[in-house]
Structures are given as structure tokens and as C-alpha cells.
């Protein structure tokens, strides 16, 4: 008799294209995002379509599901709180820090919106943001082993980590937190020369290789401290 599969639906939603992904028994079978579907650019809301896509694909209903796991500690507001924070300065830092335990508390409030926008009831987990960066690199890759760097705006607090996958574990050893952040930084660039935060990223990226480095010198002395070993620190004087 054949063993039954395993199912893991994996979802990430309510910050900037939500998606959903669907593994058996260890292997991705089906991955897409909410706005292919809604044709809403950046769709952020719950990925009711997304999901529906990948249980269709899988041949599956919610209850032949194992596990469903949300791709970090839950921030509805956190969004709302961090873009004001980027697009809208000067809302500063100090609103901010005072709003993140709110979120933080939400986490099992996300698990109720879960049940109930999927009318779901078995279990869900809620991975560490960089966690889910780490995993969705290591696991796909073709090492049995290898040392993990992630890099992004912000998780919950980690907006840099590094760590060790061996097999199906994953280990992060150290990490740099908010506000000391490399994705945020450039997110602040993006905003600068006049494109959306967390939508325009990627076209400054290519549009980099076209120009000089003439103020790699003024951003490192100004922007950025980097220490020999590779950490750094945002200089905040010149954010708020
Ligand atoms: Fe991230």
C-alpha cells in the first residue's frame, strides 16, 4: 500500500504580492502569485485565487492538507506602518518602534483569518520571515549543505542573517536588525529618485549597470558604515 503524501501549503500575504505555494511530499509542485490572477499589480490581500490555483494543481482539498505555513510573525499593520514610515516621511522612527508590539500581538489573530478565509482548521505555522528567505533558497538548491545569507527590507526585526542548511534543517547563527537594514536602504534610493517603495526596486536595479559608482565614496562615508567583518550600520542622521 502506498504511503499517503504529504501536503504543505505555503502562503504570504497582506505586504506586497501575495502568493501561494504548494509542496508534496517535499517537492514545490505548484507556486503563483495572487495579482496573476486579480490582475491587480502588487496585490497585498489574502491569496484566495493563488491558493485555489495550487490546490486545483495538486488535485487536492483543504482537508488533505498537513500544514499550512505563513511566511512570517504576522504584520497587518506593520505594512501600513513601514511604508507610511518610507513613502510618507516624517513619520519617524519613534511612531514606529511604539507600533510594533502591536503586531507583533497580532500573530494569533492571522491564525483566525486563516481559518476563516479558507475555511481551513487543521494546523498552520508561522516561521520567522527570514527563516522562510532561508528556506525558499536552501531547500530548492542542489546542496545537501551550504552557508545561508539573506538580505531584505525588514522580517519581523532581522533584515540581514546568516546560518547553515544541512538536509532538511536550517540553522541562522547571527543576524543585523532594524533600522540597519541594506534593502531598506536601497528602498530609500528607490523613493529618492523618484519611484515606489517595494514596486520600483527592481527597476533600479536595472537600470544600476548603465551608470557610474560616482557616489559610492559620498554613500560609504555618508550612509553606511561597513566594518571589516561585512556588518554595518545605517548612519540615522540622514533618515528618519
Ligand atoms: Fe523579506
Same mark, same amino acid.
Given at each position: !500500500?502506498?504511503?499517503r503524501a504529504k501536503y504543505i501549503l505555503g502562503i504570504s500575504a497582506y505586504y506586497h504580492d501575495s502568493a501561494a505555494c504548494i509542496v508534496k511530499d517535499?517537492?514545490?509542485?505548484?507556486?503563483?502569485?495572487?495579482?496573476?490572477?486579480?490582475?491587480?499589480?502588487?496585490?497585498?490581500?489574502?491569496p484566495k485565487n493563488a491558493i485555489k490555483f495550487c490546490l486545483d494543481y495538486a488535485g487536492i482539498d483543504n482537508s488533505q492538507l498537513d500544514l499550512v505555513a505563513f511566511y512570517d510573525k504576522p504584520f497587518l499593520k506593520f505594512?501600513?506602518?513601514l511604508e507610511t514610515y518610507l513613502t510618507?516621511?516624517?513619520?519617524?522612527i519613534k511612531s514606529f518602534l511604539k507600533a510594533m508590539p502591536l503586531w507583533i500581538k497580532e500573530k494569533i489573530w492571522m491564525k483566525e483569518l486563516i481559518y476563516k478565509k479558507m475555511n481551513y482548521n487543521g494546523k498552520i505555522i508561522f516561521p520567522e520571515h527570514h527563516e522562510s528567505h532561508a528556506a525558499s533558497a536552501f531547500y530548492p538548491s542542489p546542496y545537501n549543505e551550504a552557508a545561508?545569507?539573506?538580505m531584505d527590507g525588514?522580517?519581523?526585526?532581522t533584515t540581514t542573517s546568516y546560518g547553515i542548511g544541512k538536509d532538511n534543517h536550517i540553522e541562522l547563527l547571527a543576524d543585523i536588525k532594524f533600522p540597519h537594514s541594506l534593502g531598506l536602504l536601497y528602498s530609500a534610493f528607490t523613493y529618492y529618485i523618484g519611484f515606489k517603495v517595494n514596486s520600483g526596486e527592481?527597476?533600479? !536595479?536595472?537600470?544600476?549597470p548603465y551608470g557610474e559608482p560616482k557616489y559610492k565614496d559620498l554613500i560609504c562615508d555618508h550612509l553606511i558604515d561597513i566594518k571589516e567583518?561585512?556588518?554595518?550600520?545605517?548612519? !540615522?542622521?540622514?533618515?528618519n
Open positions: !500500500m502506498n504511503k517535499g517537492e514545490i509542485l505548484a507556486a503563483a502569485q495572487e495579482e496573476r490572477f486579480t490582475r491587480i499589480k502588487h496585490d497585498h490581500r489574502f505594512e501600513r506602518i510618507y516621511a516624517p513619520v519617524g545561508i545569507l539573506t525588514v522580517g519581523e526585526w527592481y527597476k533600479v !536595479m536595472g537600470l544600476a567583518d561585512g556588518s554595518f550600520r545605517i548612519k !540615522m542622521d540622514y533618515f
